[in-house]
């Protein structure tokens, strides 16, 4: 019992390992940047590109980056979209859309 504990705890952790953030200034997030530029412009019309940039690639995960940056290099545009929506949908990525010091000082 306490091997299998053990193993699991491992695994646990090696997991965590894998799931770390991507880097600010990698390649998978300048491309996936460029990939989602043009959606949120279409999606996000009144919330400055940059900041909306900024904003979904903050709240996306390691997946989701990596399948942005690698869409773009296939032309995937439908599932370009899919992904940003997602992102779109979770809590803080609109809040951070909104800005203002209101955010900035509550989350």
């Known amino acids: 019992m306490q091997r299998l504990s053990g193993v699991l705890l491992v695994l646990?952790?090696?997991g965590c390992s894998l799931l770390s953030?991507?880097?600010?200034?990698?390649?998978?997030r300048e491309t996936a940047a460029q990939a989602v530029a043009p959606v949120l412009a279409r999606m996000a019309p009144g919330v400055?590109?940059?900041?909306a940039v900024a904003c979904t690639l903050d709240?996306?995960?390691?997946?989701q980056i990596e399948a942005l940056a690698m869409n773009s290099a296939l032309a995937q545009n439908e599932l370009t979209d899919d992904i940003v929506?997602?992102?779109?949908?979770?809590r803080g990525t609109r809040?951070?859309?909104?800005?203002?010091p209101f955010y900035w000082l509550l989350y």
Do not use: Q, W
């Open 95 to 100: 809040d951070c859309m909104r800005g203002g």
């Open 59 to 63: 709240f996306a995960s390691r997946g």
């Open 12 to 14: 646990a952790v090696s």
């Open 21 to 28: 953030p991507v880097e600010e200034n990698s390649l998978a």
């Open 85 to 90: 929506t997602d992102i779109l949908y979770k």
């Open 48 to 51: 400055p590109t940059e900041r």
